[in-house]
């Protein structure tokens, strides 16, 4: 059985201060994905990871993807009060068919 | 775009209740799914369908049962409800495409009493 852990689960942070957020998984995995969600709403697709050492960025959030450790991680840079959300890592395996297994989520807050 | 539209947003109901979630997609995408959010576990799969015509469980199908009518729609019926169906359903559409990253409605919040 897949197995998502994310770390940590709740993030309180301070404004122009660097964090990562680590998404470990279980067995071996040839997609990753994160999500947004903001409070009351849907999940927005920010990252598609599909390759041993993929990275992508976009404004202050920067995903990469290590298949040997099993390990994505989200690093946000400098944050800012619009990133506060719940970010969920979700993986995708070959034999699962169409199925995505989703971590627990980290909410994460940006105090002024 | 309409994208995934699920319908109602929300709904109360007393336990033993039964009720169906409607989820349609105009993307044509081939598979679509259930899950369910609840405090503190991310989301869990209901049931799945991975293109018209087939349907299969996920991690958490007891109580439920879908409905795959054509290529845009996904039903999901709670035939007698709990309390511990109370959740947030979010319905989601998967592209064809090899990102295959997934699409989601905007949740239905459902409470039963």
């Known amino acids: 059985e897949l197995k998502v852990e994310q770390n940590p689960l709740f993030l309180s942070m301070q404004e122009g201060k660097n964090y990562t957020i680590y998404c470990n998984y279980s067995t071996t995995s040839d997609r990753l994905y994160w999500y947004r969600q903001d409070p009351g709403k849907s999940l927005e697709s920010l990252f598609v990871?599909?390759?041993?050492?993929a990275v992508k960025q976009e404004g202050r959030l920067m995903a990469s993807l290590d298949t040997k450790a099993r390990l994505s991680t989200l690093h946000i840079t400098a944050a800012v009060h619009d990133l506060s959300a719940t970010y969920f890592c979700?993986?995708?395996?070959?034999?699962?068919?169409?199925?995505?297994?989703f971590g627990e989520g980290t909410q994460l807050t940006v105090n002024p | 775009n309409a994208g995934v539209t699920q319908t109602p947003k929300f709904q109360v109901l007393k336990t033993g209740q039964s009720m169906t979630l409607q989820c349609a997609q105009d993307?044509?995408?081939?598979?679509m799914y259930w899950y369910r959010q609840d405090p503190g576990m991310g989301l869990r799969l209901i049931y799945y369908?991975?293109?018209?015509?087939?349907?299969d469980k996920g991690e958490v199908p007891n109580g439920y049962n879908v409905s795959r009518l054509n290529k845009r729609e996904f039903s999901l019926r709670l035939e007698s409800a709990a309390p511990s169906q109370t959740s947030v359903y979010f319905c989601a559409s998967k592209r064809v495409v090899y990102t295959g990253e997934l699409f989601f409605g905007e949740g239905s919040r459902l409470t039963v009493l």
């Open positions: 369908s991975a293109s018209e015509g087939t349907t």
């Open positions: 990871l599909l390759s041993n050492g």
């Open positions: 993307m044509n995408h081939n598979s």
């Open positions: 979700a993986v995708h395996r070959e034999t699962s068919g169409s199925r995505l297994t």
